[in-house]
């Protein structure tokens, strides 16, 4: 493994979308106890189900501690690369790194890690076995790897169509937290350098109460060139409201890369999901403190998907919606599976499946 | 990765010779300060001289536990990958999976391990670290993987020449901490099945004070089919001439699986070398107790060396006879370069350069 301190992009290399062809997905075993209820025995199952799924189409590499090994390997079917790594927690979209390829090979980018916002606002400290995967992840897979690490970022906060285009949110990249010596400017050029990137879509917000800062993530994806999901509620009252129509304001009124218009596909929301007082009694403290409060709204939202490369696994949050949601998606993804699974016992961690997920592009 | 039960040699399958291709070498960075002087420093420079020549034709793979993974990386070169795991010590040989193929794919054979003896005359305990490694390195190679785990036996017991014939010692092998519930003929069926072997050649002893029980690897090695190099030492007074001259007699007096005759080469062994004071000092105890003592002769032998893709690497001590076992095994392998490495620092952990190491077998 190089250590490259080049631009990903002067070396003819870019971030492919989502929906292209894949190698692999890199997954992490989750233990947190604080951030997995009853000693992440429930979440384990719910990962299990989605690299069940992954692993019909493509290589799932799943990150376990040394101590977690004999439960990923005795969960988890054969098919499936167990490699030893230390963690802090276990979201691959955030930790993992960010793939890069110039058709023939592929180079990993090796962002800052924080948790989320460091000591300003992050969610754990320490962060440092989190922050030292994406190297020994390009490592492990003999890939060369971009030292990013000055600039904080994690791959939930942002999407790319492939083609050109990045779409972001303002609220976490901008965050206090992350990169506050950055200007918008600085931080578009960072992009656009490292990711292969011409035009820059900031919506302003994500999903309410996202512990994230509102990662892109989990509001709105790319399913083709020029078309997007967001999530979407009608109900006025609710605070999402505003923020999903601020979002959809500005896709209705800006072009992609390519200078194409933007479809939009609302994707509706579930219901407010909201932890109850069983699931927080099963997590642990942080620091004495809880990490969930009883009636806590959970950032539940369907446009949390992971798109593999025969399938779609999509959130299920037993809510009206869920099969709309999935209907939605077979539509939009007619080449692929839409799979729902029931999700609860990830979101509970903060995130969802495309969270604990992160895409290796395909490369001969 | 999927665990077999099966026996190797009836899935068609057999361990190749080491002179055969590689696809690479699997190693251990160095930790253990019980055993390698003064927190292990020298020996990473060793160690690091090693795989900087096995790496000129092969692909080394390096395990460093999750602290020392920034050492390793630092100290090695990009081309080299490094995969986190934990272990007790890092004698890859005889912890990382004896690989088998069958020409097109290749598996592991993860044997039991207990540390050289167990509860009998085991060198450390816990070895639970080590004993899970094979497995977990199949895994990361995406190799299928036969659990072998109810025989204790390490790599450096064997040898073989590819052709259906294994040389080992029934020092080590008929040793009361490993089978001692299998009878002679019991492990040689054992043997015959897992590695695709017709005959067994059984010599009596390895090296004086070897405290692996006499591993062959540090005695005698096959250079050829029907060609063996033997550590030698002309000195009667020497505990090591009878030791020698009892091998040497068997192997004068053998056929391997093709019924040829071996031709014996006889490698002469460096004047004895025993550990100083000072390296003594720089050993931390085990369980308050030294694990050397001042004086004590190490079992140096300059036939544990590696056969990598084009070059051979030999164990110098600092010797008179350093020269002419590079001379020798040069004349052996007319295709390869012998390289010899200063080795004291290997040596002072217990064994040397074949031990660090463990050939994966090409495979297309």
Chains 1, 2 share one sequence.
Request: net charge negative; charged share 25%.
């Amino acid at each position: 493994m190089k250590i490259l301190h080049s631009e990903p992009s002067c070396d003819g290399f870019r971030m492919p979308a989502e929906f292209s062809r894949h190698y692999g997905c890199i997954m992490i075993w989750p233990h947190r106890r604080d951030s997995w209820q009853y000693g992440a025995y429930e979440a384990r199952k719910a990962f299990a189900e989605v690299i069940k799924v992954i692993a019909k189409s493509e290589k799932v590499i799943v990150c376990a501690r040394y101590d977690d090994y004999d439960s990923a390997r005795s969960m988890l079917p054969d098919n499936v690369r167990i490699i030893e790594m230390e963690s802090d927690d276990s979201w691959a979209r955030d930790v993992a790194p960010t793939f890069v390829t110039n058709g023939s090979v592929i180079r990993g980018i090796d962002w800052g890690f924080n948790a989320w916002g460091g000591l300003k606002d992050g969610l754990y400290f320490p962060w440092d076995k989190d922050n030292k995967m994406a190297r020994k992840l390009c490592d492990s897979l003999d890939a060369d790897c971009y030292d990013q690490r000055d600039f904080i970022l994690e791959g939930g906060s942002i999407h790319t169509d492939g083609e050109g285009t990045l779409l972001t949110t303002e609220a976490c990249l901008l965050s206090k937290g992350r990169n506050p010596d950055l200007s918008k400017e600085e931080i578009e050029e960072k992009l656009k350098k490292t990711l292969g990137i011409q035009k820059i879509i900031w919506l302003k917000c994500g999903i309410y109460n996202d512990e994230t800062n509102e990662h892109i993530d989990n509001i709105c994806a790319f399913t083709a060139p020029g078309e997007v999901v967001l999530a979407w509620t009608d109900d006025t009252d609710d605070p999402q409201y505003a923020m999903s129509k601020s979002c959809l304001d500005i896709l209705e009124n800006t072009t992609d890369a390519k200078g194409r218009p933007i479809k939009v596909h609302k994707l509706p929301l579930p219901k407010p999901v909201c932890i109850t007082q069983k699931e927080c009694d099963g997590l642990d403290d942080l620091n004495g403190e809880p990490t969930r409060i009883p009636g806590e709204r959970l950032a539940a939202s369907y446009v949390n998907f992971y798109i593999a490369n025969h399938s779609v696994i999509c959130p299920q949050f037993g809510d009206d919606n869920d099969q709309q949601a999935i209907a939605i998606l077979s539509r939009l993804f007619p080449d692929r599976e839409v799979v729902g699974i029931q999700a609860r016992d990830i979101l509970i961690g903060g995130g969802n499946i495309h969270c604990i997920t992160q895409q290796i592009p395909f490369f001969d």
